[in-house]
């Protein structure tokens, strides 16, 4: 069965570098998102992306996150300048339409990004 | 705006035990109700939904009720395997979430055998 690849498992940075975190959604699948999770909070909302743009954002989602999809393949989640409270699970997902009520959100294994 | 609340964990239980994971919401208008697993290791998967008041939604074993009167959707399983421990997530979406997820905390569940 397809699924959402993300790479790499665990990263760890010095607080003030940049970061990127790579996702390769299923192939088909048109909607892309990218959540976190620090540990022991929920799970948190930060972006959909659509047609090469943001589609919905969160306030988390601010100037120090951007999102790209360089090629027909990936989808990346950059943090231009990490912060120690950056430290988080950030999961990837992607589905063929809008929204989780007209096709299920299919996500990947998660980055571990651990800000020092 | 848009919230779920899950019961405090982790559970731990015995083979064969009932199972019940208190999940509550709150929304605006009429959203979709959903459980989602995460087995260790992976991804989150999408284990049931129910999108409408009184919907059921079922799926290996495990079963939710959308009740609007209490905006509850809590899990259940009657008879839990060494193989259902995972972490499970409520989540919603509609509202003022259409288009994205809002997730609960999570729940740990251990079974022993």
């Known amino acids: 069965e397809p699924e959402v690849t993300q790479t790499p498992s665990h990263q760890v940075t010095q607080m003030g570098q940049e970061v990127i975190l790579r996702c390769v959604p299923i192939?088909?699948?048109?909607?892309f998102y990218w959540y976190r999770q620090i540990l022991g909070q929920k799970v948190e909302f930060l972006v959909s992306f659509y047609n090469n743009e943001i589609s919905e954002k969160s306030e988390i989602f601010d100037d120090q996150f951007s999102v790209e999809r360089p090629d027909g393949s990936n989808f990346t989640l950059k943090i231009r300048s990490t912060k120690l409270e950056d430290s988080a699970m950030y999961f990837c997902a992607s589905s063929e339409a809008r929204g989780a009520l007209n096709s299920p959100l299919h996500f990947g294994n998660g980055t571990r990004l651990t800000v020092t | 705006g848009d919230s779920v609340t899950q019961m405090e964990g982790p559970v731990t239980l015995s083979e064969e035990a009932f199972l019940t994971i208190n999940c509550t919401y709150t929304a605006t208008g009429y959203p979709s109700l959903f459980w989602y697993v995460q087995y260790p290791g992976e991804g989150l998967q999408l284990l049931l939904k129910a999108t409408k008041a009184d919907d059921k939604g079922s799926n290996k074993g495990f079963e939710a009720t959308y009740r609007k009167e209490t905006t509850s959707f809590h899990l259940e399983k009657g008879s839990v395997q060494v193989s259902d421990s995972a972490v499970y997530f409520c989540?919603?979406?509609?509202?003022?979430?259409?288009?994205?997820?809002?997730f609960g905390q999570g729940t740990i569940l251990t079974v022993h055998p």
């Open positions: 192939s088909n699948h048109l909607y």
């Open positions: 989540a919603l979406t509609g509202g003022t979430s259409y288009g994205k997820l809002t």
